[in-house]
Each structure stands twice: as C-alpha cells, then as structure tokens.
C-alpha cells in the first residue's frame, strides 16, 4: 500500500468509528425521563416528559392495565385484559411494535429473570400462565384461586407468587414443575406485592380487609400481625390498599389507600407511618423516579396522576390523563 493511501484509510477508519458512538450514543445514553399511565377506559398509554408535559398518546389493545419495562428500558411491555394480549411499546419510538397473546384476560404480569419467560395472571380462567418470550407459545398453565391478580418471580427464578382474589390466598408456585407447592390465607380481595430489597419480606396489600400482609419469604410464612392504616378522617371500610413501591435502601414503602384518597408513606422496618399524603380519587399505583425525589401516583376515578415530593412528603400537583389510569411506570 502506497503512503498516500494511508491518510485516505485512516479518515474513513475514523468516520466508521464515528458513526459506530454516534449510533451508540441514544443506546447507552441515560432514560428518556417520560412517565407512562396506562388508562384502562382510555384504551391507551400515555406519555409526559418529567415537567408533565404530554408528550404522546399511544393507542393500545382494549384496556391496558399492569405495565413493565424490559431490563434495559428499551421496550414496554403492557397488559390489554379484554383483547387477551399484551402490547409491546418500542420506548424510543413510541409506537406499538408488537404483541404477545395471553389466556383470557391478563391482569399483572412479572418476567423471570432472564426474561425468557413472561408469567400472567389471567383474570377469567384463574390461571397462572407463562409464556415463552421467544416462541410465544405458553409452556407452564398453573390453577389458581378465582380472579388471580399479583404476580411475582422472585430473584432466583425458582419462585413465583400469585394472588387470588377471590379465594383471599396467595399461591406459591416452583416456576421448574408450575405445581402450586403452598397456599398462604391472607386478608380479603389480595391484590399487589412488593418484595424488600434483600428479598426477605414480601408484602401483601389486601384491597377489602384493609390490611398488607408480610410474608417472610423463607418459611412462607405469614411474619407478625396486619398492618392497618388508616388516614386521620376516614374509617377503616374506607381504606381499600392496592398499589405499593418501596426504595432503593428498603427503608420507606409508598402504599396507596385507594377510596381513602391518599397515600400512606410508611417506616419499612417500624411500620410507622411517616405521613399520609393526599392524592386524587382512587389512589391505585405509584411509582418512585430513579432519584426517588418524586412518586406518581395514578388516581382511577379521578383521572389523574399526583405528583409528591418525597422532601417533604407533600403533593406538589396532579395532571389530567384520561380515561381510568391504572399503572404508572417510569423511564429514568
């Protein structure tokens, strides 16, 4: 090769590197900062950037509920219970790119850890379904009490957990053979869960008995008594929990109180409740931004999302949505 061809190949090797980083870049970079709400009335999600700007509505399958990002962020995952599918939402173009069928309508939904499989519980069969994420084909059909809901794989893999509404249990299935190896009674109508960050404690919000309920994860036992809680002004009937979210340090879990239109922010190791946060109607879900400075806090019947400071533990506004906003998820 001659000398004066090298100044040439060196220029087109740096412009090829280039282009490589620069497509990179969108890749690597940090999250788009847009928070998600499902609206279930809405047959939508929506889309706003971090001042709660709209951004986009994007139209879904038939009532989009439970949602879930993959790991690393680049896709959204989100339940349509009455079109039996779940709708894959490419998170940098806004659009729908695909969909995964389900059995009869999908509630919530939990992916293993390696994300080869999809667990869904489907509302009107009581069933606990998974689902090979690359065949599409559903390998495991697990019985479950009536009106299954929650839905949770514990960090191994080797675990799931689902609730029954219906039948007031939780199910513990050993996701190897899909067998249901134990049924743990809890409060009335269970509906969510969260799992502490050393994965010793899961809780159990019970929607009709206003209790959460702590499973020590393991014995698969339930560990002391409910908890209750109860904002000053209302009555315990009033209390009906479903939504949890817990930090990063396990220290503080974020409980909507769903009629009782409020948040409760709750001492994880006490269970003290450090305050009680008022939100819209129907406090159902709420999620905390990666810097936990804010939680959203999706609100079914008055159509909203509430914004609170976690500084102070006051709300600083709530924003029109749509139609009964279910699940509020965050890209950050």
């Not at 109860?230 to 009555?235: A, I, K, M, N, Q």
């Amino acid at each position: 090769m001659t000398s004066a061809r090298f100044p040439l190949l060196i220029g087109v090797l740096a412009l090829a590197m280039a282009l490589f980083f620069l497509a990179l870049g969108p890749v690597q970079a940090a999250g788009t900062g847009y928070i998600f709400v499902s609206t279930e009335k809405g047959n939508e999600v929506v889309v706003f950037d971090q001042d709660m700007n709209l951004v986009k509505r994007i139209e879904t399958s038939r009532r989009p509920r439970d949602m879930h990002f993959n790991a690393d962020k680049t896709l959204l995952y989100v339940a349509c219970g009455d079109d039996d599918a779940i709708d894959v939402i490419d998170v940098a173009t806004l659009e729908v790119i695909d969909t995964i069928p389900t059995g009869p309508s999908p509630e919530v939904f939990a992916f293993s850890p390696d994300e080869k499989l999809v667990y869904v519980s489907n509302e009107e069969d009581s069933r606990l379904e998974a689902i090979d994420m690359e065949t599409r084909v559903s390998i495991q059909d697990v019985p479950t009490g009536a009106e299954p809901e929650g839905v949770l794989v514990m960090p191994d893999g080797k675990t799931a957990y689902v609730t029954s509404e219906v039948a007031d249990m939780v199910h513990v299935v050993d996701t190897a053979t899909g067998a249901v190896t134990k049924n743990i009674l809890v409060g009335t109508r269970p509906r969510r869960f969260i799992l502490t960050p050393d994965g010793s404690e899961l809780w159990v919000s019970c929607e009709l008995s206003s209790e959460i309920y702590i499973i020590d994860t393991a014995t698969n036992e339930i560990k002391g008594d409910s908890l209750i809680f109860v904002p000053p002004g209302f009555r315990e009937e009033d209390v009906t929990p479903v939504g949890m979210a817990i930090t990063r340090d396990g220290s503080r879990v974020l409980l909507s109180l769903g009629r009782a239109n409020h948040v409760a922010v709750i001492d994880a190791v006490s269970h003290e409740v450090l305050e009680y946060v008022l939100v819209g109607r129907r406090a159902w879900s709420v999620d905390l931004s990666r810097d936990e400075t804010k939680a959203y806090v999706a609100n079914g019947l008055s159509d909203d999302v509430t914004i609170v400071d976690m500084a102070t533990l006051k709300p600083i506004k709530s924003v029109p949505v749509g139609r009964v906003p279910h699940s509020v998820v965050i890209d950050d």
